[in-house]
Each structure stands twice: as C-alpha cells, then as structure tokens.
C-alpha cells in the first residue's frame, strides 16, 4: 500500500501508533481527528493532504526526506506537537496546515527547498517562540496571517531573498524587535500591528520599499504601544511614509548618512 485513502481512519480512537514507511501519500482527513494518536513514522512520503493530522494527539513529527507538499489544516489544532522537523525537499505548506499548534520553534533546514508557505499556516501557534528561515532562500513571501496570533514570538531571521510581507503576517505576535532584509518590495496593511511589546523596527536596509504601486500598506506598525524606535532608509522619511507605517506622533532624532531614526514624541 502506496497511499492511504481519504478518511481511513478518521476519528479511529483506539489509534496510538502507525508506522506508514512505506506510504507515498496521505490523502484527505485520513487521520483527522484520532485524538489519541500520538506517535507516527513516515519513511518515503512525498504527499501530505489536506486535514490529513487535523486534531490528532501527536507530539512530534519527523517529516519523510522526499516530502513536498503539506496540505491545507494538514496538522491544524495538534494542540500536543511541540516539534516538527522540516525535511530538506519540503517545497510548499498550504492553508492553515500547523495552525493552533503547540510549536515550540520553525527552523528550516540547511538547503530548503521551501518555497511557498500560505495564508495562516502558522496562526494562532501561541507558544512558537522561534522562528528561523534564513536557509529557507527560495521563500519570498510572507503571507496574510501567517504568524498571526503567535504571541510567545520573539525571536524571527526572515528568509534572506524576502520581498512581500503580506497583510497581518505578524499581526498581535509577541516579538520585541525586528530588523527587516534588503530585498524587501512590499509591506503590507497590518503586517505588524498590534505587537505590544515590540520596541524597535529596523527597515535601515529597505531602500526598494516605496508607497508607490501599494509598496507600503496602511497601519504597518499600528496599535504597536511600545515601539520607541524605527529606523528607516533616507528615502522613506516622509509624512506620508510615516502614516502608512502607522507611525503618527514619531519624530526624527538622529539624521545619518544612509539611514534616518525615529522615536515616539
């Protein structure tokens, strides 16, 4: 047996352990709601589909080494997964797939191939702390709500080649200070608001982030009550920039050769 068909074993309580070395795939919501599953060894899957895990009792899991795609609420509401180890080959996760998860940290692996993570994938993982893509240099997007909700978030390296952070992708997540990369086009509404305790906002290196073409959106750091500190590329110090940013009542401080800081009045 190469796959396992839709629903198989769905809401299968008496399940606590399966080996599937040899599966190829996992189709729709074969797991889905085994809630005393807690232990699975994958070996050759390349497949995972959607609600697949969804609100199963696993608390770890060692993604296969041919595994590329991870679907829609694949492990959504795994409230007990406290560790999932990327695989090198993993090219996309879709919707909501570790979404109310119990993550501890997301570290993608020394020659990812990832390349797509969407909307929401990891929202509402509230005891993520750690989030480390910079071997993840094929991923260029953040999507909307990706971390969203993700309030124990302090510690973020973004992918190195990022252009778009998208609508709410940080919204109301727990980092305390966040320096943006170079590469960096886009910034959309919301990305980053409503971080309380977020203090310092570096964008020093987005000198091709512009307003024009919607390259900033509306309310970035608003609702953000104790950032003190952001520094911007000199090109980027305008009223109108600072508004989009949601950085009214901020003034400028200090004047250098290639970057301009702001602190709150």
């Known amino acids: 047996m190469n ?11 008496s399940l606590v352990n399966i080996s599937l070395e040899h599966v190829v795939r996992i189709n729709e919501g074969a797991f889905a709601d085994c809630v005393n599953l807690t232990e699975v060894q994958l070996g050759r899957l390349q497949s995972i589909g959607p609600y697949a895990f969804t609100k199963t009792g696993l608390t770890r899991v060692s993604l296969g080494g041919g595994l590329v795609d991870i679907g829609e ?8 997964l406290t560790q999932v180890d990327l695989s090198v080959s993993l090219r996309s996760i879709q919707e909501f797939a570790f979404s109310e998860c119990g993550l501890l940290e997301l570290e993608a692996p020394p020659g990812a191939a990832l390349d797509i993570i969407e909307q929401s994938a990891f929202e509402a993982c509230e005891a993520l702390a750690t989030v480390d893509l910079r071997n993840a240099v094929l991923l260029e997007r953040m999507t ?3 971390f969203m ?3 124990a978030l302090t510690t973020l390296h973004l992918p190195p080649n990022l252009r778009r952070i998208d609508h709410a992708a940080f919204n109301q997540s727990g980092l305390v200070s966040v320096e943006l990369p170079a590469s960096l086009k886009r910034l959309g509404h919301r990305a980053f608001a409503n971080c309380t305790d977020l203090k310092r ?3 020093s290196k987005c000198t091709r982030l512009r307003l024009a073409r919607a390259g900033v959106g509306k309310g970035v750091f608003v609702g953000c009550d104790q950032l003190s500190e952001v520094v911007l590329p000199r090109g980027m110090g305008s009223t109108e920039h600072l508004h989009a940013l949601g950085l009214n009542g901020f003034t400028l401080s200090h004047r250098g050769e290639s970057d301009l800081v702001f602190q709150r009045k």
């Not at 796959?3 to 309580?13: P, V």
């Not at 609420?73 to 007990?80: K, L, P, R, T």
Request: with cysteine; hydrophobic share 35%.
């Open 73 to 80: 609420q694949a492990f959504c509401g795994c409230i007990a």
């Open 3 to 13: 796959h396992i068909k839709k629903f198989t074993f769905c809401d299968c309580r």
């Open 144 to 146: 909307d709500s990706v």
């Open 201 to 203: 906002a570096d964008l």
């Open 149 to 151: 909700d993700c309030r």
